[in-house]
């Protein structure tokens, strides 16, 4: 018994140091927190909670209602349900879907173009494109305002439903001299 301590022990950290490195989860009501992602994955799911995601997340998941979320980069977004606002910096796929939610971004391309798939209704999504990038949008009622980053180009857009807006963002009045 004393002999299969040792091994039970590692495999037990062995296990801890798995489920650290593994998803990040935060699921609740009125959770307010700051989250490192070191690279993870990130879901939240509720209603209300305030989360400030910093570091380079993997996929960003989101389900609920009334959540407010911040992140510096992702290589995935996913934002699902009600009244949901996203800040976020720079990320490869966004999806948004169900109604009322808002998301400000940076949409950023490569070798694969950027992506963004709406759908649903009355979404609300304002762009920054850096490369090439594809819009889908699907549904009723939504605004994808987009600009582009110095030297990306126009996006790929593909829309279909009833009163969707899609445009480029209006640039702001410069002085004159």
């Not at 606002?85 to 966004?94: F, K, M």
């Not at 971004?105 to 209704?121: D, F, I, K, M, Y």
Request: proline content about 4%; some cysteine; charged content about 20%.
């Amino acid at each position: 018994m004393l002999r299969l301590l040792p091994l039970t022990l590692a495999a037990v950290l062995a296990q801890a140091g798995l489920a650290q490195a593994g998803a990040l989860k935060i699921q609740g009501v009125g959770i307010s927190r700051d989250v490192e992602c070191e690279g993870r994955d990130v879901g939240i799911y509720g209603a209300e909670n305030e989360i400030a995601l910093t570091g380079r997340c993997d996929v960003i998941t989101m389900h609920g209602s009334g959540h407010t979320v911040s992140f510096k980069e992702g290589a995935g977004l996913s934002v699902s349900g009600v009244d949901n606002t996203v800040t976020g910096g720079r990320v490869r796929d966004i999806t948004v879907s169900v109604t009322r939610n808002a998301v400000t971004a940076t949409l950023v391309g490569g070798e694969q173009p950027g992506r963004l798939n709406t759908s649903g209704s009355d979404n609300r999504v304002s762009l920054v494109l850096s490369g090439p990038t594809q819009l889908r949008v699907t549904g009723a009622d939504h605004t994808v305002e987009w600009a582009r980053a110095e030297g990306a180009p126009s996006p790929e857009v593909t829309a279909s439903g009833v009163k969707n807006v899609i445009k480029r963002k209006r640039e702001a009045a410069r002085p004159t001299p």
